[in-house]
């Protein structure tokens, strides 16, 4: 507590053991700003500030005051009886609980990758989870009505959200099984894959832009911009599902991931089951990503950003750095969302083009700041 | 209680033979260091004695039981590897890096964890740096560190009273004088008073021969000598297989040190 400025007296016993030490230990330099506990309060208030702002902004404002209200009758569930209740249940809420499922599950995912790639630069992306969800959805959408017409029939609206989703699992899939060699999963082997594969599926996608009628090219750019405007209560319910049981199912690899810092061997040689960390990490990027990625399109960089945010105020644990990751991705996009709702009323401008706009000069100013160490 | 190779032999993929069968019983309670020249096939050995790799004939027991049939949680309790190089990612502190050593006991902590990682960092002479990002250590503190991530692994006596074993591959490399002699007296302490059985790969034989018991001598991928070290590190033996000279002289407290010369016929 109290770190004196004057030289060091040594005490007595205490470097009796340290014989071999000549130097006087340099002061204590932790370089964290936030203890474990500060930083879930500080996660859970920009998450509550975040939803406050966001429920209260758009084109119908409502007071926030107003807003604890209708909340509490949303969750009363008795039927809503004024525009304000009526505009915040089912067009707001979806909408917030959406952005909070997406950036919590985007955040979350990327904290994985970046503890399995022991990279601070991995992203969900780089496995192939978004480019394999677009390249399906893009399908969908273009040779969708003319190769499968009887798809929507069977799977509804759902159809491009449910094909979108298995494009992203067969993806990160076949990397996954790309990089299987003799030891094990060989991680620099599946970024490497990751990043091939994500060209292939850009050719694709390319392609099929280029065959799209305008109808179709519309429907395309709106899903690759990302955005929240589909927040149906159906969907928002299965994607908050999903993403609640993925940052659970996380919270029990923290160790292991912890003990990866290692590198794969140390860590196996603490007892750690490396492949089942892996497999247990990509699953649960795939699965959260893969469903966001379906009902929201692509909404970059959260994951990039958050987890580096998390590491930076509170150090590296896993432990931390998972639910806090998952805390500010979900208040990154609820901002984002509100000022993608406000900026160019009445219009909404694309989610994923603010994310961008945002998380590309970040990740700049990330590779200067590790210019040394990537 | 011994930690065993019998026949032990592991070939490269290429067809290239690291390990000739090579047959040896390590005790616990005893420091034996692994020497040899380059390519003799010590770190081959310390990762089959670690289990991080499989003989592809003969066996490696543990207690008489193969190491292999051992679960990869249960084995680090009984035994923590240091390793040459150790590189971390992310910004963990000196601190949370020796607390990863405790890992393996994450499902029956000690009543005092964190006074068992404090103790290890003092036992190093690195405690002072404990709130230190790992990262921004020199070489040499780096590796102070794993030497007490390492020594808290396996810290205190199992409750079924199994021996316990530090495996190490060249700690002293990036010390310098002071911390070489500091690590090997706190290591030949952890073997004569905690009972622990300590291999080291090294390479300076003077060391080897003031705190090993042992000298496990490698050559070519196979086994020359095990034994005590004055026993196995014979001016004669070091000269065949170094090809240097080798006069005995005494250090000041009576210790047998060797001087190195021209290189002989």
């Known amino acids: ?374 | 209680m011994t930690l065993q190779c019998i026949d032990a032999r592991v070939v490269a993929a290429g067809g290239r033979v690291l390990l000739g069968g090579i047959s040896a019983t390590l005790r616990p309670g005893r420091f034996t260091a692994i020497l040899g020249p380059n390519g003799a096939g010590k770190s081959t050995l310390l990762s089959l004695l670690s289990a991080q790799r499989r003989p592809d004939a003969g066996q490696v027991l543990l207690d008489g039981q193969p190491l292999h049939a051992l679960a990869p949680g249960a084995l680090a309790l009984r035994r923590a590897v240091m390793p040459q190089e150790g590189a971390v990612a992310f910004d963990f502190t000196v601190r949370e890096v020796a607390e990863l050593g405790r890992y393996p006991h994450r499902r029956q902590p000690a009543a005092d964890e964190s006074g068992i990682v404090a103790q290890a960092l003092q036992a190093t002479g690195v405690a002072g740096l404990a709130q230190r990002i790992f990262n921004t250590l020199s070489g040499g503190e780096k590796a102070r560190v794993h030497l007490a991530r390492t020594l808290a692994q396996v810290w205190a006596p199992l409750p079924g009273g199994a021996a316990r074993w530090l495996l190490l591959d060249e700690p002293t490399a990036a010390l310098d004088l002071a911390h070489q002699h500091q690590a090997l007296r706190l290591l030949r302490e952890r073997a004569h008073a905690q009972g622990c059985g300590v291999v080291a790969v090294l390479h300076d034989l003077n060391l080897a021969l003031r705190y090993a018991d042992d000298v496990l001598l490698l050559a070519q991928g196979e086994a020359i000598s095990l034994g005590p070290a004055p026993e196995v590190l014979t001016p004669g033996r070091i000269e065949r297989l170094w090809g240097i000279a080798c006069t005995q002289v005494r250090g000041r407290d009576g210790a047998v040190q060797y001087l190195f010369g021209q290189a002989s016929a």
């Open chain 1, 1 to 374: 507590m109290s770190a004196s400025s004057g030289p060091a007296r040594p005490g007595a016993g205490q470097t009796a053991g340290a014989e071999g030490m000549a130097a006087p230990p340099p002061p204590p330099r932790s370089g964290r700003l936030l203890a474990p506990r500060g930083a879930l309060a500080l996660g859970l208030a920009l998450v509550a500030l975040a939803f406050v702002a966001g429920g209260a902004s758009g084109a119908y404002p409502i007071a926030p005051a107003q807003l604890l209200g209708a909340l509490a009758h949303a969750v009363s569930g008795t039927p809503p009886d004024t525009p304000q209740q009526l505009v915040f249940l089912n067009i707001r809420l979806p909408r917030l609980l959406l952005a909070a499922a997406a950036g919590a599950g985007l955040a979350l995912a990327g904290a994985l990758m970046q503890g399995l790639f022991r990279n601070p630069l991995a992203d969900p992306g780089l496995v192939g989870i978004s480019s394999g969800a677009a390249l399906a959805a893009g399908l969908t959408i273009v040779l969708g009505p003319a190769w499968f017409p009887a798809l929507p029939h069977a799977l509804g609206s759902w159809t491009l959200m449910l094909t979108a989703f298995a494009g992203g699992l067969a993806v990160t899939g076949f990397i996954y099984r790309f990089a299987q060699g003799p030891a094990g999963t060989h991680v620099a082997l599946m970024l490497l894959a990751g990043v091939a594969v994500n060209a292939l599926a850009g050719a694709g996608l390319g392609y099929l832009n280029f065959m799209a009628t305008d109808e179709q090219l519309r429907n395309i750019q709106f899903w690759l911009l990302g955005s929240l405007g589909g927040a149906r209560w159906s969907a928002v319910a299965l994607v908050t599902a999903v993403v609640a049981l993925c940052c659970a199912a996380a919270l029990a690899w923290a160790r292991p991931l912890n003990a990866i810092a290692l590198g794969e061997a140390q860590a196996a040689l603490l007892g750690v089951h490396v492949e089942r960390t892996k497999r247990a990490a990509v699953l649960i990027t795939a699965l959260a990503v893969g469903a966001i990625t379906a009902t929201t399109g692509i909404i970059g960089f959260v994951g990039l950003v958050a987890p580096h945010w998390v590491r930076l105020l509170t150090g590296p644990d896993h432990r931390v750095v998972l639910p806090c990751s998952a805390l500010l991705g979900a208040a990154l996009v609820l901002a984002a969302d509100a000022v993608a709702r406000t900026v160019v009323q009445p219009a909404e401008l694309p989610l994923g083009v603010l994310t961008a706009a945002i998380g590309g000069p970040m990740f700049l100013w990330m590779l200067r700041h590790f210019r040394g160490r990537v």
